[in-house]
């Protein structure tokens, strides 16, 4: 098992099985799997294999759940306020992801670095997807 991201509110490790996202608590654990299958009906994050459960793991026990690996986007070195093609592509595509989050789920999303964003297949092309659903990083959007 492998570490390969860690936020404020999920460890996330690369096992034989697959990725395994895991929290503190069974609430956070279950918002986010529930906020991620959600947004993989709209093709918006990865597909979750399981349920949030609780895991044994060499690090101590956590709650977590199963989801499918998103490729993540490249790290860019460009001067902050000079940005490269590549980021200027990538912040239009996530910008996109942002607004058909909000439309489809009337979540606003809040947490919207590029480390937060990834790719994934479908139907044959590569698809920009939210990465981290933790519940932290959104809000329900109020009618006015």
Not at 45 to 51: G, M, S
Request: proline share 1%; aromatic share 12%.
């Amino acid at each position: 098992m492998q570490t390969i991201g860690s936020g404020s509110e999920c460890i996330v490790f690369k096992t034989d099985k697959g990725i395994l996202k895991c929290y503190d608590s069974k609430s956070d654990a279950q918002g986010a799997c529930d906020i991620q299958q959600q947004f993989s009906y709209f093709d918006l994050a990865p597909e979750v294999y399981t349920n949030a459960r609780r895991h044994k793991l060499e690090h101590g026990t956590f709650w977590g759940y199963y989801s499918e690996e998103a490729e993540l986007l490249p790290q860019c070195e460009c001067d902050e306020y000079i940005k490269c093609d590549s980021c200027d592509e990538s912040e239009e595509a996530r910008d996109e992801v942002i607004e058909a989050i909000q439309y489809w789920t009337g979540l606003e999303y809040t947490d919207f670095h590029a480390g937060n964003f990834g790719f994934v297949m479908r139907d044959g092309k590569r698809v920009m997807v939210c990465i981290d659903t933790g519940v932290k990083g959104f809000v329900e959007q109020q009618e006015v």
